[in-house]
């Protein structure tokens, strides 16, 4: 996190985020650009629980809603193992259309750029100029491993990895009554399941690997309270107003969280986290326990292990910090 690469902002940590359009990354977008030590140096969007066109331009209203017109913004061409049922990826239409984004209208032409070129890109940069940047993934990890398997000199281009996925001591999110129960296992996260070969190439790669998992994350609910919180700080504060419209389109899906948020906000303020365990990992890529993601015990911990991160020491701060950040 104390990694500074040169850009707009020199004092400011730059980050590539990478995520798959749910309501709740174009929230976690805002949030990352209202933290003062951070700089937004890109977005790449994964066509997994999204549907790519509408996603992009969506995520491309945003940006001009935040002032950031000018941020690079790309699709990956990824493709994944197992894809998201369709229900789930509408989501990425209903909050392209939210009032706050009305006055907006895309910039983003079809074809849109490629995630990957533009990654390779950042990376060159990062590397070039001795300043690792931080990529925040709340998505899949394809994107990532793809460019790095391909160029592994630029592995040194990344400072820290920071990834909401899996799930270890808690059940997965795979619904059998959504997809078929023939491959709805009750271990697997979305974000492994969606490509878990692109999980395992990340746990064998140099990578310093932030990992934010349901353990951590089935905590960050959106509450009635913190809704209404947003509702009230609506009255003065248009980023308030706009995340208060997006978890709108969600609040009646019980299983929804601040999946996103939760790693994001952890770059802002690690001090309402309980410490990471130091665990090495391991993932199934075949059968039924696809996606699964569990502690290796054949290998003991080491210093480049994942650094695992399992629940709040502070809960309560969490929603404050970051209704703070958006008011």
Known sequence: MNSKAAGNN?????????????????????????????ELAGVIIVNADCIDQPAM????????????PDVPLALSRARGWNPFPWEYRGDCIAFGNIPSLAPYKSQIGSPPPSGEDLLYKLLVEAVSTQNPITALVTGPFTPLTDVLAQHPELRGGIGTVVWMGGAINVPGN?????????????????????????????????LSINLFPLDITDSAKITPAFLNALSQQGKTSRYSQLA????????????????????????HNPTIYTPAVTMP????????????????GSRSPAPGSPQ????????????????????
């Open 174 to 206: 795979l619904d059998p009554d959504t997809i078929s129960p023939e491959v709805a296992n009750k271990h697997a996260e979305w974000n492994a399941f969606w490509d878990p070969f692109a999980v395992e190439l990340a746990l064998q790669m140099d």
């Open 10 to 38: 020199p004092a400011k940590t730059r980050v590539v985020l990478i995520h798959d359009a749910a309501v709740d990354e174009y929230i976690s977008t805002m949030v990352l650009t209202l933290m003062p030590d951070f």
């Open 57 to 68: 331009d969506a995520a491309s209203k945003l940006q001009q809603f935040l002032g950031q």
């Open 244 to 267: 208060y419209e997006g978890y709108l389109l969600v609040k009646n899906q019980p299983f929804y969280c601040m999946w996103d948020v939760t790693a994001t906000y952890w770059l």
């Open 281 to 296: 990992l391991k993932i199934d890529t075949w059968g039924f326990n696809q996606g699964w993601i569990q502690p290796d």
């Open 308 to 327: 695992v991160f399992l629940s709040f020491a502070n809960e309560a701060a969490f929603y404050s910090g970051v209704l703070g950040l958006l008011a």
